[in-house]
Nanobody, 123 residues
Framework: QVQLVESGGGLVQPGGSLRLSCAVS????????MGWYRQAPGKQRELVARITSGSSTNYADSVKGRFTISRDNAKNTVYLQMNSLKSEDTAVYYC?????????????????WGQGTQVTVSS
């Protein structure tokens, strides 16, 4: 099937930067949109940023001007550059991919998630 593995989370001081990566692997036919979501304690999961296969992007208002999403199609990897981090950015960040997988019975369109990486912004 399809696996998503995130990396790059950690502890950073307010105003600092982190770069998250998410590598997609497995029996992939194609990857359409990819994105990053986050979930803070006691809150619902929310969209942070999303990028289409044509590299069109959209961002949550709370991160516009601070975060940048990008993708490397040759590596099946999506990135999230996070600058000027704030305490309210603290959350578990999840990678998401709309992908078409190759199965024994044909192609399967699916919505795939990584296991999440913790980002903590604190002094």
């Amino acid at each position: 099937q399809v696996q998503l593995v995130e990396s790059g989370g950690g502890l950073v001081q307010p105003g600092g930067s982190l770069r998250l990566s998410c590598a997609v692997s497995g029996s992939i036919f194609s990857i359409n949109a990819m994105g990053w979501y986050r979930q803070a304690p006691g809150k619902q999961r929310e969209l942070v940023a999303r990028i289409t296969s044509g590299s069109s992007t959209n961002y949550a208002d709370s991160v516009k001007g601070r975060f940048t999403i990008s993708r490397d199609n040759a590596k099946n990897t999506v990135y999230l550059q996070m600058n000027s981090l704030k305490s309210e950015d603290t959350a578990v960040y999840y990678c998401n991919a709309d992908a078409v997988a190759v199965t024994t019975t044909g192609l399967l369109v699916g919505d795939y998630w990584g296991q999440g990486t913790q980002v903590t912004v604190s002094s």
